[in-house]
């Protein structure tokens, strides 16, 4: 059954999250088993996608950095927002594909994230009660803004913030006296926003970004933290706000962005890289908005739609290639269907 096979795939994300691999895919129910046809393969860092060598549009697996080969009939890229592009530009770039494919001028391209601040509200007072982290406040003046308390804000996580010479009696007295909040925009889109893979020459990727080049979320974000850090002081605390910078990335999306026409965007409707066979992109890359600080729990269904064409065009046995990423670690996990 097709059914059966989708939910053993399915069981590899699972498998990967719990393997704390990193993945595109975020499981909510952990409880199910390991099949016994799925077989996980870490210490593996992806070098490159490998294709097959008489039609370059087709992929046909991996190679890791140990010069293995991982053959599969379809590869699930779900790297990350900034390491799938990467690979996908480096392939496309080797395999004389960049100039050749219209999607190709997309790759990286659309990067987006939160804009971050970090706001901490302070008084004379110790603080014994705790707001709930999964608590997010909105309001209508500001609609792609969010603020979500930090949950128990104590020394211990003040001191991160603080400089390395400050003493622990002064990160403490901040603690045990302050509520913590994360204030979130939702940033908009810009082409010239992008990651670019180390290529032609360069030795490091890179991440072009400014907020400048996204106005309206950059303005409607200082007004939110503005009138947010003016209400704490209404309610009697001091608020003290620092900005995170672009180092602390959150909720990345964009880069492999879905669409209809290949022209403007890099996959299709069930993520299959437009203008090329056996590749799928199953994580936050083909996303055009982060909608708000669950934006992994849209990464499933995705996958799972994905899972359900590759299951829809075969009837045979097949083998499948997971790529997923953590803290910066490109890695594999392959699997083996159920019969279909």
């Known amino acids: ?122 008084s004379p007072s110790r603080k014994h009660d705790r707001l709930r982290k999964t608590v997010v406040m909105t309001h209508d003046r500001f609609p792609h803004s969010s603020a979500q308390p930090l949950g128990a804000t104590d020394g211990m996580i003040v001191a991160t913030e603080l400089p390395a010479f400050a003493p622990n009696w002064i990160a403490n007295l901040i603690g045990d006296r302050a509520y913590g909040f994360f204030l979130q925009t939702e940033d908009g889109s810009h082409p010239d926003n992008r990651v670019v893979a180390a290529m032609n020459g360069a030795d490091r990727p890179r991440l072009d970004y400014d907020r400048d080049r996204i106005a309206r979320s950059r303005d409607e974000h200082r007004a939110f933290v503005r009138t947010f850090a003016i209400d704490l002081m209404r309610a009697g605390l001091i608020p003290i706000v620092k900005p995170v910078p672009l180092g602390g990335t959150a909720h990345a999306c964009g880069t492999l962005i879905l669409g209809d026409d290949p022209a403007n965007s890099v996959v299709d409707e069930v993520g299959r890289v437009h203008g090329m066979q056996g590749l799928y992109v199953v994580d936050g890359s083909i996303r055009t908005a982060s909608c708000g600080s669950s934006r992994m729990r849209g990464e499933r269904p995705s996958g799972i739609g994905a899972l359900r064409q590759c299951g829809a065009t075969r009837s045979r046995r097949m083998t499948m290639r997971f790529v997923s990423d953590s803290m910066s670690k490109r890695r594999t996990c392959s699997s083996v269907s159920a019969s279909s």
Not at 32 to 53: C, S, Y
């Open 1 to 122: 059954m097709v059914s059966d096979g989708l939910t053993q795939l399915g069981l590899v994300a699972n498998a990967v999250e719990e393997a704390s691999l990193g993945v595109g895919l975020q499981a909510h129910h952990r409880s199910e088993p390991v099949e016994a046809n799925v077989t996980i393969v870490t210490d593996k860092p992806v070098l490159t996608l490998l294709g097959d060598e008489r039609a370059p549009e087709r992929i046909a697996g991996v190679t890791s950095e140990d010069g293995l080969t991982h053959r599969a009939d379809v590869v699930l890229l779900a790297a990350g927002a900034l390491s799938s592009p990467r690979l996908l530009q480096g392939y496309l770039a080797a395999a004389g594909l960049a100039e050749k494919l219209p999607s190709a001028s997309s790759v990286g391209r659309n990067y987006k994230s939160h804009l971050l601040t970090a706001v901490v509200g302070w």
